[in-house]
């Protein structure tokens, strides 16, 4: 892992959250007002070191709430300037990791749905309500 170019960026990105982003709290919030309830944080099972941002274990639909940064979201995903290579090559794997998370998910009956932090929570939120009724969890409506 190459040096953090300053002080400041290295404060910056120590205060990055893991969980309960503004975007992850937003989608929950709205989850929660049609009365759907669920899990924060879940395991995936056989992946170590792995969760599902907000899992709806009965149904098994797996949400997932992307930051356009960290998962390279193909309309605003930026690159540093420095360390360009360190950086390139830690996204990719970012990507990759998603892919093969997705990929053991579907293989164990999961439906996954992936939401940028950069979509509306209102049509996140529907779209993750009508997946989870779909597959037989009440809520209100």
């Known amino acids: ?22 975007p992850e709290l ?34 098994k639909v797996a949400v997932f709430i992307d930051g356009c940064f960290w ?7 930026t690159r540093p300037a420095s360390n360009d290579t360190w950086w390139s090559e830690k996204l990719a794997k970012n990507v990759a990791r998603d892919i093969a998370t997705n990929e053991h998910l579907h293989q164990a009956g999961w439906r996954v749905i992936r939401v940028w932090e950069h979509e509306d929570p209102s049509e996140a939120a529907t779209r993750i309500v009508d997946e989870v009724m779909r597959h037989g969890q009440s809520g209100r409506t």
């Open 26 to 59: 937003a989608v929950r919030k709205l989850l929660h007002a049609h009365g759907l309830r669920y899990r924060v944080a879940w395991p995936i099972p056989g992946m170590k070191r792995r969760t599902i941002d907000i899992a709806f274990t009965r149904t």
């Open 1 to 22: 892992m190459p040096l953090p170019s300053s002080a400041d960026v290295s404060a910056r990105m120590s205060r990055q959250r893991r969980r309960d982003t503004a």
């Open 71 to 77: 998962h390279s979201c193909p309309e605003h995903a």
